[in-house]
């Protein structure tokens, strides 16, 4: 397993912007591809976004795709999700989680079960 260590949440207004970054800690870092999740409260882990490793190619869930961006520096071993036109429906925890094996189909991106290992959650609030 990987430790990932998630920064940059917090409160921002409606339609403003939030930059999350992930960073692979205390251990060679080295994965196949990484991804990020929220899960509202008292619900399952929900897909946002994810990124194939070495060339970005990138896979989003239809609710925040053309809002949220999601990138990665390959020699920082970090991962973004630049989140713009934020609504008061992203207020959600957000995990980032990495995998060290090519799926069998680019959809088990969406499943928190499929990843190997995960970050220990950040808060974004979006206030009316």
């Known amino acids: 397993q990987v430790p990932l260590v998630e920064s940059g949440g917090g409160l921002v207004q409606a339609d403003g912007s939030l930059r999350l970054s992930c960073a692979a800690s205390?251990?060679?870092?080295?994965?196949?591809?990484m991804g990020w999740f929220r899960q509202p409260p008292g619900k399952e882990h929900e897909f946002v976004a994810a990124?194939?490793?070495?060339?970005?190619?990138?896979y989003y869930a239809d609710s925040v795709e053309g809002r949220f961006t999601i990138s990665r520096d390959y020699h920082k071993n970090t991962l973004f999700l630049q989140m713009n036109s934020l609504k008061p429906a992203d207020t959600v925890v957000y995990y980032c989680?990495?995998?060290?094996?090519?799926?069998?189909?680019?959809?088990?991106?969406?499943?928190?079960?499929?990843?190997?290992?995960w970050g220990q959650g950040i808060q974004v609030t979006v206030s009316s």
């Open positions: 989680a990495g995998r060290n094996r090519a799926p069998q189909y680019w959809t088990d991106y969406k499943d928190w079960d499929n990843f190997d290992y």
């Open positions: 205390g251990s060679t870092f080295d994965t196949y591809a």
């Open positions: 990124i194939r490793w070495i060339d970005s190619v990138t």
